[in-house]
């Protein structure tokens, strides 16, 4: 039927992931924003390096696909990973996908300082979750259950406090592992509010493209090819928990003959293969050139 | 990777050492060797963290039904407590059957 | 007073649109490239459309077309579709083409399906089981337009559906005599068709498909994949169910713990000297893991709902077994096949995702519908039966002159699933998911009232020996392994279940947990399905990585 493309967000960026990416690009990214993308472990300690050099990566990459002639029939991205995808789908263009990635760190920097987070909860449960949540949400310690990244791996998002209550209590009811994870901004909650305001004002500025690829939104879970669903996912998927497990399962519903993640990491292409036996791989498995490689050949078949 | 201990106190006399089940993903092998020790006791290395409840339970109805006295070893590659249950079952039928 | 009206409203209406397309046809053929236009004309707003999605054959090229009509032309149309398989099923929902369904089944599309209900884009008649939906389209549901596959259609429109029937024929009879229009994509045009499956004098339009329908390999499961925890229920089944209730006819459902069953007939089954005495007449469809049974003279007979990809010359050469036309190649029928798994077996028996305190099973889980299929039919106890076999008397509790018996419906699941999840639970995922989409009644699978046994690596649970709820539920937590609702059961509350012959342990049986090995059963491999057939069974690719 076709090829699912999947896009990550934060988490497994690292040195020297930029290594292949030319030049022009990296300076394409320098002239829209002034900055200068270094690649090392000391510039990833910075929201905006680590998202717009992720950004930049899943760029090169989809450049190098689709001019081998490699295109996807269905795109999902994870958080900051719809860029990604909006790009793959040909939904937005590359100039203002990096603007807008730019803002959005920005915004995300500057929105929280001390005290606030994520955290992960395995083995139970989204309504398991979302009961332990109710148990410790509260105007002065909000906590909120976020992203479905399986059935039983539900993210926590809000203050560190509350969130600390709520690893405790899934603990006692039998999860495998309840901590907190590297995130210092409560992503994917309604505590995103004044961020996604500002970026969907601008994202109203930027033409979005109707495309023939169909997109899967965070928000909703729900395939798309409604530029108004498009934009309003870009615009506000950090309000929204990302229906990760939803993403994946209508996309398996589409019977794509091949699954490919984009960098970095495979931590989904690892999730896909617990449920479906469709080929799937991640780039970072292999590298570009021979990922490449591959992709030619199966095409050919 | 978790260890887990559990003791039980138990009548029923093990005689011979007895090896069931396989090294493979969602499978476990049990390992059961007589002991002197006034309780028997289970030793878990396990791949899967987090399940300390569940190996508690399936363990303690075991023993209930069939109150084996032994050392028991036990290497788990992911397996379901159905998988675990059945696999002490057959080496208490072993067991059983060597008598 | 009698009314004065036109007795042939319909008939002048269908005439009048088949006048719409009489440029676009040569006598009941029509181009490929002109079926989107033939579409457009011949269905109107707020029509109900029968698209033939059956289990396994799709009329893919009819949905696909009409997933690309103009949403101006034809819109709000109110679907009703036996199995939403594909896509575009639901692409049409998207663009406005319908806005209403009524299904039985939706597997493949489950996540979709519930998106589409709760965000409100589909709007849902009702969820059925195959013969009430089969029932409607002859009652309140009698389709304007029907889209059809065939595998080919002669000069004179006869069509030859063949080893994939399923069910075309039942679809085609409630629009063909009630002024509805038949719509035909064939994958080929020939003089004269093999055997008449359909008279051509029922059907309108007939449109060369631009490619051959999909058909999917849905019940075949690679012996490969087979547990010794699923070795050892099958034991237990054959032991404590099968050989107990002699059980002569019955339904498998589809899944590894059933092929379990199958590859121990000729192997266990035959050791316990039951071969010629249980599982003579089976209604099902022709599943690769049966050949080794067929093989050695277990089975007398298999009708069966639909066909199954790579079994067409084994089954063409073995006519004594199925049902086989004088072409040579197999008749299927999935409304017949559903009747008999509803009237005329003794025993459905088959597998489930949750089962509740009570008994009551449900394939839903969070933010899926996958809807019912048959197994509802199968696994429903019909009340209506008055014929009398060794099995269904065995289900008698009471020596009251009018009591009847009961059909034997048996569930079979591992205490954990998927995830380490446990199967048995305090509620099911089925009742959230009513309220979500706000349907009527929990999609329940099996109510606990329909279900005799279940089955699970612990033992049997016999519960048509209960003879109250709180005994059924104390039954079930015997054998629900350390999932929450097992861990209410203690060892002495078990062991008066036991002598009381309603919960059965593997020893109780005489069944040896170690003797549950690969081992035992008659073929390990596709590659042994294939030598059992004498090479006449053809896996379909995705099944060949051995070779």
């Known amino acids: ?49 680590i998202q717009l050099g992720i950004l930049t990566l899943q760029i090169y990459q989809v450049n190098r696909l689709k001019k081998a002639g490699i295109n996807p029939q269905i795109v999902g991205g994870h958080s900051l990973g719809v860029f990604g995808a909006a790009y793959a789908a040909e939904n937005l263009r590359c100039e203002d996908a990096i603007r807008i990635v730019y803002q959005r760190a920005k915004l995300m920097q500057n929105a929280y300082h001390d005290g606030y987070g994520m955290g992960v909860v395995v083995g139970l449960s989204r309504t398991q979750v979302e009961q332990l949540v109710a148990q410790v949400d509260s105007p002065t310690e909000p906590v909120f259950a976020s992203n479905q990244n399986s059935a039983v791996q539900i993210a926590l998002s809000g203050k560190l406090t509350a969130i600390q209550k709520v690893i405790e209590l899934a603990k006692k009811n039998g999860a495998q592992t309840a901590k907190l994870i590297k995130v210092p901004v409560p992503s994917h909650s309604l505590l995103m509010k004044n961020v996604a305001q500002i970026l969907s004002a601008d994202l109203q500025k930027i033409q979005i493209v109707p495309s023939q690829i169909r997109y899967l939104t965070n928000y909703s879970g729900m395939v798309t090819q409604s530029v108004d669903d498009i934009r309003y996912d870009l615009g506000n998927n950090l309000v929204h928990p990302v229906y990760w497990e939803q993403m994946t399962d209508v996309a398996l519903e589409f019977s794509p003959d091949l699954i490919v993640e984009f960098s970095p990491g495979h931590a989904f292409s690892k999730l896909i293969k617990t449920k479906s036996d469709i080929r799937t791989f991640a780039i970072d498995d292999y590298g570009i050139e021979d990922s490449l490689f591959l992709l030619e050949k199966w095409k050919r078949g | 990777m978790e260890k887990l201990n559990y003791k039980f106190d138990t009548q029923e006399e093990v005689k011979e050492p ?74 208490m039928e072993e067991i059983k059957h060597g008598e | 007073m009698k009314v004065k009206r036109s007795w042939t409203q319909q008939r002048d209406a269908k005439n009048a649109r088949m006048e719409k397309v009489s440029s676009l046809l040569n006598g009941k053929f029509a181009k490929t490239e002109d079926a989107k236009e033939i579409l457009e004309r011949l269905i109107e707003p707020n029509d109900k459309v029968v698209i033939e999605g059956d289990n396994q054959k799709q009329a893919d090229f009819l949905s696909r077309t009409l997933a690309n009509v103009d949403p101006e032309r034809v819109h709000d149309l109110h679907m009703i579709i036996s199995s939403i398989s594909r896509p575009e099923h639901l692409d049409i929902f998207d663009k406005g083409i319908a806005s209403k369904i009524d299904f039985a089944y939706s597997g493949a599309q489950s996540t979709r399906v519930s998106q589409m209900i709760s965000s409100g884009r589909m709007k849902v008649g009702a969820i059925h089981t195959y013969l009430e939906l089969f029932g409607r389209l002859f009652i309140d549901l009698i389709p304007n337009v029907v889209l059809v596959a065939a595998e080919k259609a002669d000069r004179n429109g006869n069509l030859y559906t063949g080893f994939n029937t399923e069910e075309t024929p039942t679809i085609v009879e409630s629009a063909a005599f009630k002024n509805g229009i038949v719509i035909v994509q064939a994958n080929e045009i020939v003089d004269q068709v093999p055997r008449v499956d359909i008279p051509g004098d029922q059907i309108d339009v007939i449109i060369p498909a631009d490619k051959p329908y999909e058909l999917e390999p849905l019940f075949t499961r690679d012996p490969q994949n087979i547990t010794e925890i699923q070795i050892l229920m099958a034991m237990m089944a054959i032991r404590g169910i099968y050989e107990k209730h002699n059980v002569q006819s019955l339904n498998h459902g589809v899944g590894f713990n059933t092929s379990a069953i199958e590859l121990l007939l000729p192997t266990y089954g035959e050791k316990l000297g039951l071969k010629g005495k249980i599982c003579r007449n089976w209604e099902l469809n022709p599943t690769p893991t049966l050949i080794p049974a067929i093989e050695s003279g277990w089975v007398e007979s298999i009708h069966s709902f639909g066909g199954e990809v790579g079994m067409e010359k084994y089954i063409a050469a073995r006519p004594d077994i199925f049902f086989v036309g004088k072409d040579g190649s197999m008749r299927s029928n999935r409304a017949l096949g559903q009747v008999a798994g509803q009237y005329a077996i003794d025993m459905f028996i088959g597998s489930t995702l949750q089962i509740d305190k009570y008994g009551n099973s449900s394939t839903v889980t969070a933010g899926r519908v996958p809807g019912f299929g048959g197994a509802p039919n199968m696994g429903s106890n019909p009340t209506g039966r008055r014929h009398s076999t060794p099995a269904w008397q065995a289900m008698k509790t009471t020596d009251n002159p009018l009591d009847k018996g009961q059909k034997l419906v048996v569930q079979m699941v591992e205490t954990f699933g998927a995830n380490k999840q446990p199967v048995f639970v305090d509620k099911l995922d089925a009742v959230d998911v009513q309220k979500e989409i ?73 069944v040896h947990r170690g003797e549950a090995k690969r081992s035992l059963l008659a073929a390990q491999n596709m590659s042994d399905l294939v030598k059992w057939s004498d090479g006449l069974y053809n896996p379909p690719a995705k099944f060949r990585s051995w070779s």
């Open chain 1, 1 to 49: 039927m076709g090829e699912f493309w999947m896009f990550p967000g934060q988490g497994y960026q690292h040195a020297g992931m930029l290594q292949n990416v030319p030049r022009n690009l990296i300076d394409k990214v320098y002239d829209l924003t002034g900055i200068e993308l270094t690649d090392t472990d000391e510039a990833y300690q910075d929201s905006i390096q």
């Open chain 2, 18 to 91: 007895v090896h069931v089940g396989v090294v493979a993903s969602g499978d476990l092998e049990v390992l059961v060797y007589p002991t002197t020790d006034p309780q028997t006791t289970v030793e878990i290395v396990t791949g899967s963290d987090g399940f300390g409840e569940v190996w508690k339970n399936v363990l303690d109805r075991f023993f209930a039904r069939y109150p084996l006295h032994a050392d028991f070893k036990i290497n788990d590659f992911g397996a379901t407590p159905g998988v675990v249950n059945l696999r002490l079952a057959q080496a």
């Open chain 3, 438 to 510: 706000n349907m009527e009644n929990a999609p329940i699978m099996i109510y606990s009232e329909d279900t005799t046994h279940i089955v699970t690596e612990e033992g049997i649970a016999y519960l048509y020996k209960t003879d109250s709820m709180a005994e059924r539920q104390a039954a079930i937590e015997a054998i629900a392994g350390v999932t929450p609702v097992g861990l209410r059961s203690n060892a002495s509350q078990l062991q008066d279940l036991r002598n009381r012959g309603i919960v059965a342990l593997p020893e109780d049986l005489g």
